[in-house]
């Protein structure tokens, strides 16, 4: 199913069909085509037909050229009715039809689709689905880039501009939880397992990829975190670092059966959706990774797998828990912290959100400083419009989102999403806050973010970065928790951006976009060749946008068609070293698609990865491992 092909570089789909009955006799058989996802019964055409009274395995191709251009090639357009999604849907049926006239059908589909601004080599089908969007970085230091991308079977993939794996590459995590014998938790004693030759899966990777170097050898090295909590690096030729994986408390791995009775409280766990930061938290020359967790604690590891001192610290503080209120607790911290310098260039401090409405800052000593290393004063409240709590949606309606930070004469401030819809502006040093406006949509309204995170970048040419995020419509969202399900609500979405220093979005980037961003970060950077970042975003259905950094006007050959949902940030680099930018983006279908544009590669990039930079510092400014990601290093 939803095969990505293209007519120009293959002439044909292969289709192999069983085909029986169950009741004895002369049965036909046909085997057609439809463009389109479901075609009318006058659409289709046959490719082939025939007869039998046996079961028998048909065979025919499909050649392309009998399907016309003007239906895979030309730009993409989106379109209200969200049909766009399937626009490249080509649809093979098989039917039998038997003595009595019974008839049976199977049905699949497949992308016919050609781009030609996609690079050659692209799209690549990785085998599994990818949640981590892609990391462009001079890995193997030959003056070339690579991309960096990891999948969810727990594979950690390098390509080449050509689209070829990197030398040493691919690598794999260890075993799945339950899939290691030698742990407390082992399922492959059980008959289902122990009897199945499949092969066992691997401890799988959601959160976006960081790339620095952590052992001061001046070569690059790749971080990944699983969604278990493991968190591995390994050397540009593929091989792990010394002291790796290192791992979170395995203490919160499982619950005791009986699960405790422990109302409103979800009780810690064990794993991590929250990418890698790399920073030199300790102020030793060298990076250190930072790692938020599922079990309340955010992490701290050298490049040589040992904790650094202080860490882990706790986000559960008494403080937290407001008084006189029924106080639903759950400890995971899912977003990517930030990491500033709040109390002087003595030490960085990472930021982070836990599962409630408040910003904490720590201190870079972490638990050597008093007060389990929260910065004096610390934590910020901030007041949302709902908190929302039900198992089914998680963390995706509490909390925070990965917040933003950047540098003002007057000290560091961030910017950051709590619960469902409200974004504040905190002043790091002062703790005041100030509350943003709202974006507006032409269909839908008010947009407030649902599920996003922001951006920081200079669009407007200040000494002030401008805040990019997604959105949907208050409205449409609030319809959709509170209706009957299965009302079929239609959610509208955009983009915003907005101006820090008074709060207000500018109007001319609200934009629509197809579908929904999810769990994203928009990346800005130059696509349309003006030397002004723009604003792209990637979405959950099939479509990769690009704003003007000038208009908010879609930028010429943009929205690009990308065959299914992606997570987090698309990566922006000159991947061919041409002098201009191209954008890669993954897909949760497993394609790796990597598009060029006339993006100057000379023009400051703002946020060229998830969560800023690729090392996901969160800091606009320090423009942190930038040259890792240029041509020649530069």
């Known amino acids: 199913w939803y095969q990505e092909m293209d007519p120009t570089t293959s002439r044909r789909v292969r289709i192999r069909a069983a085909v029986a009955t169950r009741v004895p006799g002369r049965y036909t058989w046909t085997v057609e085509y439809g463009l389109g996802p479901q075609p009318l019964e006058s659409e289709f055409v046959t490719i082939r037909t025939g007869h039998g009274r046996r079961p028998r395995t048909v065979r025919k191709s499909l050649r392309f050229r009998n399907i016309p251009s003007s239906f895979w090639g030309g730009d993409f357009v989106i379109t209200s009715d969200r049909l766009s999604i399937e626009r490249y849907d080509v649809t093979v049926r098989v039917r039998v039809t038997d003595a009595t006239g019974l008839v049976g059908e199977d049905r699949r589909a497949f992308h016919l689709r050609h781009d030609a601004s996609e690079m050659p080599g692209f799209p690549v089908y990785l085998g599994s689905s990818g949640e981590s969007s892609p990391t462009i970085t001079d890995l193997e230091g030959r003056g070339t880039l690579d991309v960096v991308v990891a999948t969810a079977d727990g594979t950690v993939h390098v390509l080449r501009a050509d689209g070829r794996e990197a030398p040493g590459f691919p690598v794999t995590t260890g075993p799945a939880p339950g899939m290691d014998p030698s742990s407390d938790v082992n399922y492959l004693a059980a008959p289902r397992w122990r009897d199945n030759p499949a092969a066992r899966p691997r401890d799988g990777i959601a959160a976006p990829t960081a790339v620095g170097d952590l052992d001061g050898d001046g070569q690059l090295d790749i971080v990944a975190t699983t969604m278990s909590g493991r968190t591995y690096a390994w050397r540009r030729d593929g091989t792990l670092l010394p002291g790796f994986p290192v791992e979170t408390d395995r203490a919160f791995a499982h619950q005791p059966v009986p699960v405790p009775d422990t109302p409103y409280h979800r009780n810690r766990s064990t794993g991590a959706l929250a990418a890698p930061v790399l920073v030199d938290l300790d102020r030793d020359g060298r990076l250190d990774i930072v790692q938020a967790a599922w079990d309340g604690h955010v992490y701290a590891w050298h490049g040589d797998g040992t904790a650094v001192a202080g ?4 986000t559960d503080y008494p403080a937290l828990r407001p008084s006189g209120q029924t106080y639903a607790r759950d400890d995971k911290v899912v977003t990517t912290p930030a ?10 401090s990472p930021s982070s959100g836990p599962i409630s409405a408040y910003l904490l800052a720590f201190y870079g000593q972490g638990t050597a400083r008093p007060n389990g290393g929260l910065i004096t004063g610390w934590p910020v409240a901030l007041q949302g419009l ?26 560091p401030v961030a910017v950051v999403t709590v619960n469902l819809f409200t974004q504040y502006l905190v002043d790091l040093r002062t703790r005041a806050t100030r509350q943003f406006g709202n974006a507006s949509l032409a269909q839908g309204g008010a947009m407030v973010p649902f599920t996003t995170s922001p951006s920081a970048g200079d669009l407007l040419g200040g000494s002030v970065p401008q805040i990019a995020q997604s959105g ?5 969202v ?19 951006v907005w101006d820090p220093l008074t709060g207000q ?74 002098g201009r930018l191209e954008v890669a983006v993954m897909t949760r279908e497993g394609y790796l698609h990597v598009f060029r544009t006339n993006g100057l590669a000379s023009a400051a990039r703002q946020a060229w990865h998830w969560h800023q930079d690729n090392r996901n510092t969160g800091h606009w400014g320090p423009d942190a491992g930038a040259g890792e990601g240029r041509c020649g290093g530069t």
């Open 505 to 578: 979005s500018l109007s001319q980037f609200s934009q629509p976009i197809q579908g929904l961003a999810f769990i994203s970060a928009p990346a800005l950077a130059d696509v349309s060749g003006d030397g002004v970042a723009d604003v792209i975003l990637a979405t959950d259905s099939a479509a990769l946008h690009a704003w003007d950094g000038r208009t908010g006007q879609p930028v010429a050959g943009f929205p690009k068609w990308t065959g299914g949902f992606s997570l987090f940030t698309p990566a922006v680099a000159d991947l061919d070293c041409d």
């Open 311 to 314: 860490w882990p610290v706790d």
């Open 339 to 348: 990491v500033v310098d709040i109390d002087g260039p003595s030490s960085s």
């Open 472 to 476: 949907s419509s208050a409205s449409d």
């Open 478 to 496: 609030v319809t959709g928790v509170v209706e009957t399900p299965g009302m079929g609500i239609q959610v509208h979405s955009g983009v915003g």
């Open 386 to 411: 709902v908190q929302g709590y039900g198992t089914a949606q998680d963390f995706i309606t509490e909390g925070l989102t990965s917040p933003v930070v950047y540098d003002l004469p007057t000290g």
